[in-house]
């Protein structure tokens, strides 16, 4: 069992930064692939970024190259850094852990543990 806990969301403008933080509990942490997924009002949820137990890190095409996802694993703890934030990354983000599957399962939202997740907006 994963317990997780998102923290970090926020109202913030255009072209500001946020970073969000995410907790989990038990000792499988180190073992687990890690992603962050959002959902906008009215719209499907969808990838945003998964690092996997080796710490082989993939993004959604949509974020590649403003938001930056780490893990600690001493620390059970893994992290979304969001730079030139746009009105279109306003959701609700989610923290989701695995301990099976590869990357076309992980991109599908294929998790077995979520956070409740975390309101961020995006204003213009």
């Known amino acids: 069992q994963v317990l997780l806990v998102e923290s970090g969301g926020g109202l913030v403008q255009a072209g500001d930064s946020l970073r969000l933080s995410c907790g989990a509990s038990?000792?499988?942490?180190?073992?687990?692939?890690v992603g962050w997924f959002r959902q906008a009002p009215g719209k499907e949820r969808e990838f945003v970024a998964v690092?996997?137990?080796?710490?082989?890190?993939y993004y959604a095409d949509s974020v590649q190259g403003r938001f930056t996802m780490a893990r600690d694993n001493a620390k059970n703890t893994m992290s979304l850094q969001m730079d030139s934030l746009k009105p279109d990354d306003t959701a609700v983000y989610y923290c989701?852990?695995?301990?099976?599957?590869?990357?076309?399962?992980?991109?599908?939202?294929?998790?077995?543990?979520w956070g409740r997740g975390t309101q961020v907006t995006v204003s213009s």
């Open positions: 989701a852990a695995t301990l099976s599957g590869g990357y076309y399962q992980w991109v599908r939202g294929e998790f077995n543990y």
């Open positions: 690092i996997s137990w080796t710490g082989n890190t």
């Open positions: 038990g000792h499988l942490f180190k073992n687990a692939a």
